[in-house]
């Protein structure tokens, strides 16, 4: 018997709600009015006033936690992983990664422990696909490369693009039913 395709799942904004959070923790701190739609690129450093000290906010305590799951995440994961062996990567500071995987328990307990895997450098993944709101970590993978939809990569036009979990859910188990190879 084949052993099951396996599909790799990006956390941050992929999964969870990382950017309208930032954003939002980013405003409280320095009353400013900034949008996640304001963010153009990967880069978010360069359109806030406080530059690189945004990611202090990433640090702080509880911050990955709390974050919310995106619509549609958990209900597709979960049938998903029915089909498919499905991990999920984060490339993670050391400062976050046990509120990160917490979080991951708490929302995702489909997800066995074996198969979260928190890296720096993502181009060591190999698996049959890989979702991702990152074109970066998509450039270095060798599968098939699916971009999560964010307003930081509009102007993608590299990779097969999904806008949400629905669409996700539907690629892969549409082809499962009718028998088509992905």
């Not at 906010?57 to 209900?75: C, D, N, R, S, T």
């Not at 895997?117 to 979702?131: E, G, L, R, T």
């Not at 993978?141 to 629905?166: C, Q, S, T, Y």
Request: proline share 4%; with cysteine; aromatic share 14%.
């Amino acid at each position: 018997m084949r052993s099951p395709k396996t599909i790799v799942l990006d956390l941050d904004d992929t999964l969870n709600c990382l950017l309208e959070t930032w954003v939002n923790f980013y405003n409280h701190f320095y009353n400013d009015d900034l949008t996640k739609e304001d963010i153009l690129s990967w880069d978010i450093w360069k359109y806030v006033k406080c530059g690189k000290e945004i990611y202090d906010i990433l640090k702080l305590p509880g911050f990955f936690y709390h974050l919310p799951v995106k619509e549609g995440a958990q209900e597709a994961v979960s049938q998903l992983s029915k089909c498919f062996d499905v991990f999920i990567v984060s490339a993670s500071h050391p400062e976050s990664m046990y509120d990160k995987y917490k979080w991951i328990r708490k929302y995702f307990p489909c997800i066995s422990e074996d198969n979260i895997c928190f890296v720096k450098n993502k181009s060591i993944i190999h698996a049959d696909y890989m979702i991702d709101d990152n074109p970066h970590n998509l450039e270095v993978f060798r599968g098939r490369k699916i971009l999560m939809d964010a307003p930081h990569n509009k102007n993608e036009n590299r990779f097969f693009r999904v806008r949400n979990w629905n669409e996700i859910k539907d690629y892969f188990l549409s082809a499962l039913e009718i028998g088509t190879e992905l």
